[in-house]
């Protein structure tokens, strides 16, 4: 696999040579959303959308637009295209038809357009090249062999456990052997240890998330059995201990925070803080004791908890670098305790930021799964300027020029790269369509194995963020 990781080195991560003389400095900048109807399908407009073309007049400051109205003509996309020498220019479009999750308005806007390289003249080419070594070529298949190693090999991964350890090593072990560059380990201190036991409920009320307040709970063990609405929106339930600790409840039981079930009950955080215990049932569970209670019926709980805290430890996050001859060094990062609140990630960010040596010019990860994107619902969740979000929909462009549906959404929540974002660092997330509900099927269940994916899935989520990698690493400023 060495020889492997040599030749992307080779190919991918070297500074493009193509002449700034030769270069021309056009700005593509796109004001996106999601259809106006929800129910249409995003494949087939996201991208068939209304074009303006302007030619503004730049000699009067503050001004430039063609005077008359921009509007897209089926209002996915509106798409302005500018051509000027010059460095910088400033647009006035009047009456910009907006369309956000359904709402729309008329907006006048003004732009100001940052001209640079052109990303898509500029690596569509290499880009594609890459996308066909991982997808197609010879790297494929690799992701698939490396993590059915890890996950078969090494089981659940808890923090504080032997396997956790042991995984930690053998990712370690293995990035050396396959020639990359910096491989090490950080420790991360301070982290909460808990034991999972042989926890028991046994079939005092259910009520509503908004109206617990308004219910005698006192002495009772709450039950939320609600729908699912979007992991985002139901996920506020598994947070609700505290909320019904303080009205006197003696325990909570949740619903499973998922769509789809199999008698697997799905676990997660959101009790921090709590006296009491908290614990998820399967949905199954849940829709049952519903019934029970609609019929009139008194239900009596017992618990029996065996998990419990075991102390405090230490793990590690792993690193690694691809160098090349890249403008930017290309850093990987294992985060550890991710599920008990991104401690792996915010102790990197605190004992890094301010390292005089090294500044971070971009992040991305991927937190809800690492599906092939099968359709237009597949995005880059991004927080940044208005400026990088132009540069990013150049290289989103190239992917959908090889055929990956994909778009961008603005999105100011970014997970474990929270930090970098909250400091101005453009991120992205990487979101596929079935990373909104198929992921959530199987999401810390005991179910969560290799079999869930699909051909291509690891090819695609890998080539994808190589293509990203390749590009930002090699553009002076995105």
């Known amino acids: ?36 109807s929800p129910d249409r399908d995003l494949q087939s407009g996201i991208r ?70 052109d990303i898509i003249e500029k690596f569509r080419k290499s880009s594609h090249e890459l996308l066909d070594f991982v997808i197609k070529g010879n790297g494929s298949g690799i992701a698939c062999e490396w993590l059915s190693r890890l996950v078969d090999e090494f089981g659940h991964r808890h923090l504080g456990s032997e396997n956790l350890d042991k995984a930690i090593d053998y990712v370690v072990n293995g990035l050396k052997e396959d020639g990359f560059d910096n491989v090490h380990t950080e420790e991360v201190p301070d982290l909460p240890k808990w034991v999972r036991g042989d926890d028991i409920v046994e ?5 509503l998330y908004n109206r617990i307040q308004d219910h005698n709970v006192s002495g009772k063990i ?11 929106k139901t996920a506020k339930y ?13 325990g909570v039981l949740v619903k499973s925070i998922t769509p789809y079930s199999l008698a697997l009950p799905h676990t997660g955080s959101g009790a921090r803080g709590s006296r009491i215990p908290a614990l998820a049932i399967t949905l199954e569970e849940a829709d049952m004791l519903l019934r029970m209670q609609n019929r009139g019926k008194k239900i009596v709980i017992r618990l029996d908890i ?20 890249c403008l930017e060094t290309i850093r990987v990062a294992f985060w550890t305790a991710e599920e008990q609140g991104l401690l792996g990630a915010r102790y990197y960010y605190k004992t890094h930021k301010n390292d005089t040596h090294e500044r971070f010019v971009f992040v991305s990860e991927t937190d809800q799964g690492a599906f092939k994107p099968t359709n237009w619902y597949s995005s880059f969740e991004f927080a940044g300027s208005k400026k990088q979000m132009a540069r990013l929909d150049q290289i989103v462009e190239i992917l959908n020029d090889y055929g990956i549906p994909l ?24 979101l596929p369509d079935r990373g909104r509900e198929y992921y959530f099927r199987y999401h810390h269940t005991d179910a969560d194995y290799m079999s869930i ?8 989520t890998a080539a994808i963020f190589g293509v990203l990698a390749h590009i930002v690493a090699n553009t002076e400023e995105l």
Do not use: C
């Open 1 to 36: 696999m060495s020889r492997l990781i040599s030749e992307l080195k080779r190919q991918f991560f070297r500074i493009e040579t193509t002449p700034r003389s030769e270069q021309s400095h056009p700005s593509i900048l796109e004001l996106e959303s999601e259809p106006h």
């Open 407 to 430: 778009s961008i959404l603005t999105n100011d929540k970014q997970g474990d790269i929270q930090p970098w974002a909250d400091e101005g660092i453009p991120s992205v997330n990487y």
């Open 48 to 117: 068939n959308h209304g074009t303006a073309e302007l030619q503004p007049d730049f000699s009067r400051k503050g001004s430039g637009g063609s005077g008359g109205q921009v509007i897209p003509k089926n209002g996915f996309l509106l798409q302005v295209k500018v051509e000027q020498k010059s460095k910088r220019a400033e647009v006035l479009i009047e009456k910009i038809l907006v369309v956000n999750r359904g709402r729309i308005a008329l907006k006048r806007v003004t732009l100001q357009v940052q001209f640079g390289d």
């Open 238 to 250: 598994r947070r609700a201990a505290m909320k019904v600790q303080e009205i006197g409840a003696v």
């Open 306 to 325: 065996k998990s419990h805290p075991d102390g405090i430890v230490a793990s590690r996050n792993i690193l690694f670098e691809i160098r090349g001859d």
């Open 453 to 460: 994916f699909k051909e291509g899935d690891l090819e695609y």
């Open 222 to 232: 709450v039950v939320f059995a609600q729908k699912w609405m979007g992991y985002s």
């Open 203 to 207: 079939m005092i009320d259910f009520s």
